[in-house]
């Protein structure tokens, strides 16, 4: 069961770039939950899946310190709700029902993405930690920073709008 919940169903298992491809069906579910179950159940199912990370890479590594195998892919389906949930929280407080809308949650997962591979600041202190909160660590860095900057191109996007 723990293998299970470590490679998200067996996304993590996928080749090549299993990262990506749990990124990707956590960013699709995650959509889903936002469209389903709104704002408030993005947030509980992003508490679980932290919680369960957070579990299941202490379990599974504590005998492996250092290590990250690539076919672990709960860090990323926590760190791409999180990226979801800004852009969630915003439409959310403004009274939007339904799907969270395009491009959104491509820009979510496109900067995730990009923070988890780049691994900057806060994000590469995290993943020099070698331990298993390390593994979880990193993508929660890089999951708010792809969150922030969804909104902010979001806004930039949009600001023209406002200014004619």
């Known amino acids: 069961m723990i293998r299970l919940f470590a490679t998200a169903f067996g996304l993590g298992l996928l080749r090549p770039a299993p990262g990506t491809w749990g990124s990707l069906g956590a960013v699709l579910l ?59 929280l915003a439409f959310w407080t403004r009274g939007w ?37 390390g593994v979880m660590l990193d993508d929660l860095w890089a999951g708010l920073f792809a969150g922030i900057a969804t909104v902010a191109a979001g806004v930039l996007w949009h600001a023209p709008l406002f200014w004619s």
């Open 97 to 133: 029902e339904g799907w969270l809308p395009w491009p959104a949650p491509l820009a979510a997962f496109l900067f995730f993405r990009l923070f988890d591979i780049w691994k900057p600041w806060l994000v590469g202190r995290a993943d020099a930690r070698g331990d298993a909160a």
């Open 30 to 88: 995650g959509w889903a939950i936002d469209r389903y179950a709104g704002f408030p159940g993005l947030l509980m199912a992003t508490m679980v899946a932290i919680w369960a990370g957070f579990a299941v890479c202490a379990r599974l590594l504590a005998d492996r310190p250092g290590d990250d195998p690539s076919e672990v892919v709960i860090d990323e389906v926590a760190g791409q709700w999180i990226a979801l949930l800004l852009p969630s």
